[in-house]
């Protein structure tokens, strides 16, 4: 039997996950671009609309699965809650980002120790501002996280969600 306690995940979530990691390979080696015999314009409208609605996807549900968390839970709770997932993403953030700078940082030193210092400039805003590869998605959302506990403190679970829809809608247009 299971508990108010347990998490409840629909099997749907499940094959969608699977469903849309399946569109982000696809989209990231360019699975359609070499395709005979499909129209450009197919294509373009394949990966525009079917294989990038892959990260919105992956917000969503897992801003789902953390707001269900959060709900019915005192300020403390949430924070601490928050504070756990945000933990449980800084891991493999700040692992792969030393890899990301120091990696690089080898073939720099190779031409001269003073580049190093320029390049230590570029890669510390690269992994503040935009990190390479798929490390802006855990940035992404620690930061979302935040956002959504902070407002948690002001509004109502209802009115988080009106405005977390509408920051949503304004960052697709």
Same mark, same amino acid.
């Not at 299971?2 to 995940?9: F, G, L, N, P, Q």
């Not at 394949?46 to 079917?50: G, L, R």
């Not at 003073?114 to 390049?119: C, G, P, W």
């Given at each position: 039997m ?8 629909p099997?749907a ?13 696809c ?9 005979i ?7 373009w409208i ?5 294989f990038?609605?892959?990260v919105p996807?992956?917000f969503v549900?897992?801003g789902?699965?953390l ?7 005192d300020n403390?709770?949430?924070w601490n $809650?928050?504070?756990k997932?945000?933990i449980?993403l %800084?891991k493999p953030?700040?692992?792969f980002?030393?890899i990301n /700078? =120091?990696?690089?940082?080898v073939?720099v030193l190779?031409d001269?120790p ?6 230590g400039?570029d890669a ?17 959302? $620690? ?7 902070? %407002?948690?403190?002001?509004f109502?679970?209802?009115k988080?969600? /009106? =405005?977390?829809g509408?920051?949503c809608?304004c960052s697709?247009?």
């Open positions: 299971i508990t108010k306690s347990e998490t409840i995940r099997n979530v499940d094959l969608l996950k699977v469903i849309f990691c399946v569109f982000i390979i989209l990231h080696t360019e699975f359609l671009d070499n395709t015999g499909v129209s450009l314009n197919l294509t394949i990966k525009q609309y079917f990038r609605l892959a996807f992956f549900t897992s789902y699965f707001g269900e968390e959060l709900k019915g839970k403390a709770e949430r $809650i928050i504070r997932y945000c449980r %800084l953030l700040a692992i980002e030393i /700078i =120091i990696l690089p940082a073939w190779k001269g003073e580049k190093l210092v320029s390049y400039i510390l805003k690269s992994a503040v501002l935009y990190p390479p590869g798929a490390l802006w998605y855990l940035q992404a959302s $620690i930061f979302g996280a935040l956002l959504i506990g902070s %407002l948690m403190c002001f109502s679970e209802r988080v969600m /009106i =405005i977390g509408a920051i809608i697709f247009m």
